[in-house]
């Protein structure tokens, strides 16, 4: 048997050319892809850059805030003197020197005495309290 080589007639050509148009497909699909790829990463890169320098900027103004609020905070006193003159306002008792509750309640009390003497004086007698005895037992 002989053999034959077939030339490529017009449906081996046709059939070359589809070929090669899927090939180019191809090829145009993945340059295509490539340059979008390309465009999103520099994009990605561009609003990553924007995202950081807006962090900075707000990491700026608030240890610049912070700053500000602890230069208006005063640090405790923990002498003796500072501790005695908080706690007589916390109670109430007003600075040293001045008119004070406890003047007051000295006062007060001074006041109920004397009309307690005034009662005994008079001839009122002191009630007498009621006692209970425990029992033994």
């Known amino acids: 048997m002989a053999n034959k080589k077939s030339a490529p007639g017009p449906a081996g050509d046709v059939a070359r050319k589809i070929w090669l148009a899927g090939i180019g497909a191809y090829g145009r699909a993945f340059s295509d892809a490539q340059e979008s790829l390309a465009k999103i990463s520099d994009e990605t890169t561009k609003h990553f850059e924007d995202l950081v ?66 009662l005994i004086a008079a001839g009122a007698k ?12």
Not at 88 to 114: F, H, P, S, Y
Not at 126 to 137: N, Q, V
């Open 53 to 118: 320098q807006r962090g900075e900027e707000i990491e700026d103004a608030v240890e610049t805030r912070g700053r500000e609020i602890a230069k208006r905070v005063t640090t405790p006193s923990f002498s003796m003197e500072d501790r005695i003159k908080e706690m007589r306002e916390r109670l109430k008792l007003g600075a040293v020197g001045g008119e004070t509750r406890l003047d007051d309640i000295e006062a007060r009390l001074g006041a109920i005495e004397d009309k307690l003497d005034q």
């Open 126 to 137: 002191p009630a007498k309290r009621k006692t209970t005895k425990k029992k033994s037992g």
